[in-house]
């Protein structure tokens, strides 16, 4: 008996499916991925809050509406290959590997990435390759992508990361400035990366991209 089943099913229902998430694989994945896991042990009690929660090393675990809405936004059918930039806890990255094909997560703390790969192999996620480095580069050996989901606040679009879309890929990211963004969806158009369409899906605070084309730590 899963003793935190109907704590998930009420953050499914009341976080996500009454905020206008919709996508029923997004839910079933919301409804099926343990996030107590993702959490520190003193917070467990907490991971299914309205609410991001420190993971150590100053960064968080986004909330769980935020994870949706961006995998949401991804229009996902099955058999992507998708790019995560900042694996976090793992948690975003545990998300998307039961909905799509392979994920590949960069993330350039290396003490989060190796905790993030124990919890994924506990989960059998092994659909998910997570590299330690610079994401806001892309994953140019494995590029290109149907998708790519950053979750890491940007000052601007990572030309690097459009350049390693698909014609018709999308480009989740949150941008604007180091305290509070605009949450972006680019999709490619076609070869061109100049031909763009750009929405806003709500304003976010996200912990900072540090790196090339992001801020300096
Ligand atoms: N997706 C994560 C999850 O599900 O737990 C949440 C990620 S947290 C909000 C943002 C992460 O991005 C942090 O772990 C941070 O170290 C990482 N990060 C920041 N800049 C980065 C960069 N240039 N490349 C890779 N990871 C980066």
């Given at each position: 008996m899963d003793r935190y089943k109907r704590q998930k099913a009420r953050m499914v229902e009341t976080q996500l499916a009454a905020r206008g998430i919709k996508d029923p694989r997004v839910l079933k994945a919301m409804t099926t991925v343990p996030r107590h896991l993702f959490v520190d042990e003193g917070l467990i009690d907490q991971a299914y809050n309205?609410?991001?929660?420190?993971?150590?090393e100053h960064q968080t675990i986004s909330q769980p509406y935020i994870v949706a809405l961006m995998t949401q936004a991804l229009e996902l059918k099955g058999r992507e290959r998708i790019l995560e930039i900042g694996t976090g806890s793992g948690y975003q990255?545990?998300?998307?590997?039961?909905?799509?094909?392979?994920?590949f997560s960069v993330e350039r703390i290396a003490s989060l990435a190796t905790r993030a790969r124990k919890i994924l192999d506990q989960l059998n996620c092994y659909n998910v390759a997570i590299r330690v480095g610079d994401g806001s580069f892309g994953w140019k050996e494995e590029a290109p992508f149907d998708g790519i989901v950053t979750t890491a606040a940007a000052p601007a679009i990572?030309?690097?990361?459009?350049e390693q879309l698909v014609p018709g890929g999308k480009l989740i990211i949150p941008v604007g400035g180091r305290d509070i963004q605009d949450l972006i969806k680019i999709t490619r158009n076609s070869a061109d990366i100049n031909d763009i369409k750009k929405e806003s899906l709500c304003g976010c605070r996200f912990v900072s991209l540090i790196g090339k084309s992001g801020w300096s730590e």
């Open positions: 309205d609410n991001p929660l420190p993971i150590g990255a545990a998300i998307l590997a039961g909905l799509v094909d392979r994920v990572p030309q690097y990361l459009l």
